[in-house]
């Protein structure tokens, strides 16, 4: 198979994960201790990629101070901005503008906000021995309510796109990872907000175009929320999901260089520790993502949460579940839960929040 060109759609502004994503765009969130798209760079390198465009749009200045020229992935990266967005078939259009691929080759287009452990290297063959327009990844999931459903034929022949509805006709879902003919992604109009899940993909079916349905069940996990935010660092770090990219090996918790975790401290469940992060004596973290230079006072316990670069969580104080902004500072004996977010910078006073009654 010759050498892949991809391109990473990175241009959405990560509303369901504010406050995080306030200051940092979801692509670069730390995730396992690096930003979550080494993760993808990494697995696309190891599948053939060498070459990978970023269709990026909210902060976009951000993206290239942190990967370059690519040269760290063994990648060449090239970076394209939509000054205002476009949807899904609009920011493809407009990355294809740095591809050098012909009209006949395949193109790798990747969500920036997946974490898969799909094999893309047979995506791609299954795509070319078919001659198809476009190769989906599909995936099975328990509760197809909550996405658009993609039903295919008996041989793989994708013959409709369903939008969110009570009732699914299939649980296989659009896992948003895409493989097109070159030819095809130079026919959307460019400079228009355009959809590929709404028009172009529907609009290849009825054509008669061959649209397919790559499915499988490996590891798949959307990162957008805060839960499943936490959930990917966490399997990362476990080694649920391998990943070239993962700075260390895997285990109960990650700890990044120039962090200090107390021996007396109980750190499981996949945590991350960031760089200069302190973990004190009496503290238990569990299963949370800690971003670098944060603190967890003695008799803290912070729990499937993700904390900010710069938080403090204070003595005798519960986190679970919730996320606190940067430099967020959470008083002696607060309780947050049930997904509670804490702004950047707040200062919580002294027992400000209580789901309990005091003892």
């Given at each position: 198979?010759?050498?892949?060109?991809a391109i990473l759609l990175v241009?959405?502004?990560?509303?369901?994960?504010?406050?995080?994503?306030?200051?940092?765009?979801?692509?670069?969130?730390?995730?396992?201790?690096?930003?979550?798209?080494?993760?993808?760079?990494?697995?696309?390198?190891?599948?053939?990629?060498?070459?990978?465009?970023?269709?990026?749009?909210?902060?976009?200045?951000?993206?290239?101070?942190?990967?370059?020229?690519?040269?760290?992935f063994g990648l060449s990266i090239?970076?394209?901005?939509?000054?205002?967005?476009?949807?899904?078939?609009?920011?493809?259009?407009?990355?294809?503008?740095?591809?050098?691929?012909?009209?006949?080759?395949?193109?790798?287009?990747?969500?920036?906000?997946?974490?898969?452990?799909?094999?893309?290297?047979?995506?791609?063959?299954?795509?070319?021995?078919?001659?198809?327009?476009?190769?989906?990844?599909?995936?099975?999931?328990?509760?197809?309510?909550?996405?658009?459903?993609?039903?295919?034929?008996?041989?793989?022949?994708?013959?409709?796109?369903?939008?969110?509805?009570?009732?699914?006709?299939?649980?296989?879902?659009?896992?948003?990872?895409?493989?097109?003919?070159?030819?095809?992604?130079?026919?959307?109009?460019?400079?228009?907000?355009?959809?590929?899940?709404?028009?172009?993909?529907?609009?290849?079916?009825?054509?008669?175009?061959?649209?397919?349905?790559?499915?499988?069940?490996?590891?798949?996990?959307?990162?957008?929320?805060?839960?499943?935010?936490?959930?990917?660092?966490?399997?990362?770090?476990?080694?649920?999901?391998?990943?070239?990219?993962?700075?260390?090996?895997?285990?109960?918790?990650?700890?990044?260089?120039?962090?200090?975790?107390?021996?007396?401290?109980?750190?499981?469940?996949?945590?991350?520790?960031?760089?200069?992060?302190?973990?004190?004596?009496?503290?238990?973290?569990?299963?949370?993502?800690?971003?670098?230079?944060?603190?967890?006072?003695?008799?803290?316990?912070?729990?499937?949460?993700?904390?900010?670069?710069?938080?403090?969580?204070?003595?005798?104080?519960?986190?679970?579940?919730?996320?606190?902004?940067?430099?967020?500072?959470?008083?002696?004996?607060?309780?947050?839960?049930?997904?509670?977010?804490?702004?950047?910078?707040?200062?919580?006073?002294?027992?400000?929040?209580?789901?309990?009654?005091?003892?």
């Amino acid at each position: 198979m010759p050498d892949l060109e991809a391109i990473l759609l990175v241009g959405g502004q990560g509303t369901r994960l504010r406050p995080l994503t306030l200051g940092t765009p979801k692509p670069l969130l730390p995730t396992a201790g690096v930003p979550f798209l080494a993760h993808q760079l990494a697995r696309a390198r190891s599948f053939g990629v060498r070459r990978i465009v970023f269709a990026t749009s909210y902060k976009a200045a951000m993206f290239e101070p942190e990967f370059g020229d690519g040269s760290a992935f063994g990648l060449s990266i090239e970076y394209m901005t939509e000054e205002t967005p476009l949807g899904t078939g609009g920011a493809i259009r407009n990355a294809a503008e740095a591809l050098s691929a012909g009209p006949g080759d395949p193109v790798l287009v990747l969500n920036g906000d997946i974490l898969s452990g799909h094999d893309i290297g047979e995506q791609v063959r299954v795509h070319l021995d078919r001659d198809a327009a476009v190769t989906l990844h599909l995936t099975e999931v328990e509760d197809p309510t909550r996405f658009g459903c993609v039903p295919t034929d008996e041989d793989g022949r994708v013959t409709a796109f369903l939008e969110k509805t009570p009732n699914p006709v299939t649980n296989r879902i659009n896992a948003g990872c895409y493989v097109f003919t070159r030819s095809v992604i130079d026919q959307i109009p460019r400079d228009e907000v355009v959809s590929v899940e709404r028009e172009t993909f529907p609009g290849l079916i009825e054509s008669g175009r061959l649209v397919l349905g790559y499915a499988d069940r490996t590891y798949w996990l959307d990162v957008g929320t805060p839960a499943a935010f936490v959930e990917g660092s966490r399997d990362l770090v476990l080694g649920r999901l391998a990943s070239p990219a993962l700075p260390g090996p895997t285990g109960e918790y990650l700890a990044l260089p120039g962090s200090v975790v107390s021996p007396e401290a109980k750190v499981q469940g996949g945590t991350t520790v960031g760089a200069r992060t302190v973990v004190e004596a009496g503290a238990t973290v569990i299963g949370s993502v800690l971003s670098d230079d944060c603190v967890i006072e003695s008799g803290a316990h912070v729990t499937d949460s993700v904390l900010g670069r710069g938080a403090r969580v204070c003595a005798d104080t519960v986190v679970r579940d919730a996320v606190i902004g940067d430099g967020a500072v959470v008083g002696p004996g607060n309780e947050l839960q049930a997904g509670v977010r804490i702004w950047p910078g707040v200062e919580l006073p002294e027992r400000a929040v209580r789901y309990s009654s005091d003892v």
